[in-house]
């Protein structure tokens, strides 16, 4: 079975759950854990067939962080639970989803720099803080037209507040892997920059 299709599989989940959730909201939960199921049988066939974390490239990072942010709301159920963060967060993951497939997946070595064990570290904690921040966007959104009694805008808080230390041990991480990858902890490239901009961004939401 071709591994796009099970992540098509995973597109048409992550859509009907979001319909579902217009009258029909006790199936959402059950709709984005099966496509999360699924969207897990994805990563671990592509992880096993290339012999490394699914996010060494652009394709694979999309997978990646499109299933992380399903996860964080499946696993926060009894805490952050509500059908209409599950909806848009199954939206969204579908999103990064149909973006991926419109990259070819190539299984190439990887140069060494990409095999440090520094890289997975930096990568995993990063992306879970996107999850995290991803979420809090969909819950910043919902509080504009619906916020009963500041739930959602209290939520929104509570993620960016799991995000921030994920986001700050990602750079970290991510320096000491470009130290012992090219000799140096910081260079000013884009991605560090923005890196950078994030963090003090988040940093001002949660002191204002």
């Known amino acids: 079975m071709p591994v796009r299709f099970l992540f098509e599989v995973v597109i048409a989940l992550y ?12 199936w959402v939960k059950f709709l984005v854990g099966a496509g999360l199921i699924v969207q897990t049988i994805g990563l671990l066939i592509l992880s ?18 499109s299933w992380l942010i399903p996860l964080v709301w499946i696993l926060g159920f009894k805490r952050y639970y509500c059908e209409d963060l599950g909806s848009w ?35 995993s904690s990063c992306f879970l803080a996107y999850a995290f921040f991803g979420l809090a966007a969909i819950t910043a959104f919902i509080s504009i037209f619906k916020d009963k009694g500041k739930r959602f805008s209290m939520l929104t808080i509570q993620l960016i507040k799991l995000g921030f230390p994920l986001l700050s041990f990602g750079i970290i991480s991510g320096a000491i892997w470009a130290y012992f990858a090219w000799g140096r902890y910081w260079g000013w490239d884009p991605k560090e920059v923005w890196a950078l901009i994030s963090w003090i961004f988040y940093l001002g939401i949660l002191h204002t």
């Open 15 to 26: 859509i009907l759950s979001a319909i579902f959730s217009i009258k029909q909201k006790g």
């Open 48 to 65: 096993f067939g290339s012999g490394h974390p699914p996010f060494t490239n652009l394709y694979e990072s999309l997978l990646f962080l």
């Open 89 to 123: 967060a199954a939206l969204l993951s579908a999103a990064g989803i149909i973006y991926s497939l419109t990259f070819s997946w190539k299984d190439k070595p990887l140069m060494p720099a990409l095999q440090s064990p520094w890289l997975h570290i930096h990568v």
